[in-house]
């Protein structure tokens, strides 16, 4: 069983930026690929980007393709995703899910999530 514990949310001004890790632990790390969904009040939880087992493939939603990257480190057990040019529409309870294999693209179902983090972005 896979443990993901997420950490860099909060409050920021629209226009800021944010940075979010999830550390892994309980199965090695390089052998499955890792994504972030998210879930605004009153709405269903979204993909928002996944990477593969070596950070050679990566996916993103639509509505953050060019703001938000997705990354890895092997090394350390954690995936992070680095949030630019935040809008207030990005406001929402951050997860880091957990794949069974080496990819996963926008529909590949999860295995394992964490428990959130809260991102807030004023206008």
């Known amino acids: 069983q896979v443990q993901l514990v997420e950490s860099g949310g909060g409050l920021v001004q629209a226009g800021g930026s944010l940075r979010l890790s999830c550390a892994a632990s309980?199965?090695?790390?390089?052998?499955?690929?890792m994504g972030w969904f998210r879930q605004a009040p009153g709405k269903e939880r979204e993909f928002v980007a996944a990477?593969?087992?070596?950070?050679?493939?990566?996916y993103y939603a639509d509505s953050v393709k060019g703001r938000f990257t997705i990354s890895r480190d092997n090394a350390k057990n954690t995936v992070y995703m680095q949030m630019n040019s935040l809008k207030p529409e990005d406001t929402a309870v951050y997860y880091c899910?957990?794949?069974?294999?080496?990819?996963?693209?926008?529909?590949?179902?999860?295995?394992?999530w964490g428990q959130g983090t809260q991102v807030t972005v004023s206008s």
């Open positions: 899910a957990g794949y069974t294999g080496l990819v996963a693209t926008t529909m590949t179902p999860v295995d394992n």
């Open positions: 309980g199965r090695t790390f390089s052998t499955y690929a």
């Open positions: 990477i593969s087992w070596s950070g050679g493939s990566k």
